[in-house]
């Protein structure tokens, strides 16, 4: 059976189904026995052509399907003999199954009204069968109609299998690389943590060595404080000290100036000018088998010149 005598026929059950009122998809589903992707289709070529019409059911949100004027024309089209298809219409039972259908009719006088309309919508299926396999005179049986019918079903059905695998396939695919992603996310978050972890430390280590570069900055400050009041101390001192006794500025500054002479046992008299040399000449012979030395300070009275002047 081709695909579009497939589609007419789910459609022609969908319309038929829909004739005793409003049904949800379940419920088409229950009554058709179709695979859900091919009721979906139909439902949509129905309501393409304007069959049917949908809407939210209140109670479960789900959408719900009833026929509409043009749906039920289609349907008393179907059941009178003729199928309407957009326009136009054709036979929709052939003459040899034409006169089973009259006798449906005629013994619907032993059936309630919703049986008869169901064996005559069966009749009808059953005719467009036989005209989609090439059956137009009603030659094959019913036995071998529905093998042919149970064989194009069963691969209709493994058809739906491969599909259902493939898609399953698909989604393994697309959740191997969500767990990937997920994988890599969690991976760049424990890097970004051991890396604030890392600066924290490291902010840690900086904040401890700029509190000691603060400490000991502060300590040679207070040094040099100390050092600058005991300067002004003895400035004041010396001021002080020269007021009182006049001269005695100029003895200090020529105490300053002078040179000074290392005598130890044994040595000749050596002369420096440096004071800090003279120190550490006497401490050098100190540690020597002499063991001592002293340390004066020259400091110039006075300088006689030809013609018997002095100079102070």
């Known amino acids: 059976m081709s695909s579009e005598n497939k589609m007419k026929s789910a ?96 013994s619907s006088t032993f059936l309630s009204e919703n049986e008869a309309k169901e064996q005559h919508g069966l009749l009808c299926v059953i005719g467009d069968i036989r005209r989609a396999i090439g059956d137009d005179t009603g030659k094959v049986m019913l036995s071998e109609l529905a093998e042919t019918i149970r064989r194009i079903a069963g691969k209709a059905s493994q058809y739906d299998e491969q599909v259902r695998d493939g898609e399953v396939d698909n989604l393994r695919g697309e959740l191997d690389k969500a767990n990937l992603t997920i994988y890599s996310l969690k991976r760049d978050v424990r890097f970004m943590y051991a890396t604030n972890q890392e600066l924290a430390a490291n902010r840690g280590k900086i904040l401890e060595a700029e509190q000691a570069r603060a400490k000991k900055m502060s300590l040679a400050l207070d040094n040099l404080n100390a050092d600058a009041m005991r300067l002004r101390s003895e400035n004041t001192a010396l001021k002080q000290l020269n007021k009182d006794m006049p001269g005695f500025g100029a003895v200090h500054e020529a105490l300053k100036a002078s040179q000074y002479i290392i005598l130890a046992p044994r040595r000749k008299p050596q002369k420096v000018k440096s004071h800090d040399r003279a120190v550490s000449i006497a401490m050098s012979v100190a540690r020597g088998i002499y063991r001592r030395a002293e340390v004066f300070a020259l400091v110039p009275a006075g300088k006689a010149v030809r013609g018997a002047e002095w100079r102070a």
């Open 11 to 106: 459609r022609h059950g969908i319309l038929a189904s829909l004739k005793d009122g409003e049904k949800t998809l379940d419920d088409l589903q229950a009554a058709l026995a179709l695979p859900r992707k091919q009721m979906h289709d139909n439902l949509n070529a129905c309501k393409k052509d304007g069959l049917i019409a949908t809407r939210r059911d209140d109670a479960t949100g789900l959408p719900a399907y009833k026929l509409t004027s043009e749906g039920k024309t289609r349907l008393d089209g179907i059941e009178s003999g003729d199928v309407v298809r957009g326009r136009k219409s054709r036979s929709a039972i052939d003459t040899s199954v034409k006169p089973v259908v009259e006798k449906c009719k005629a």
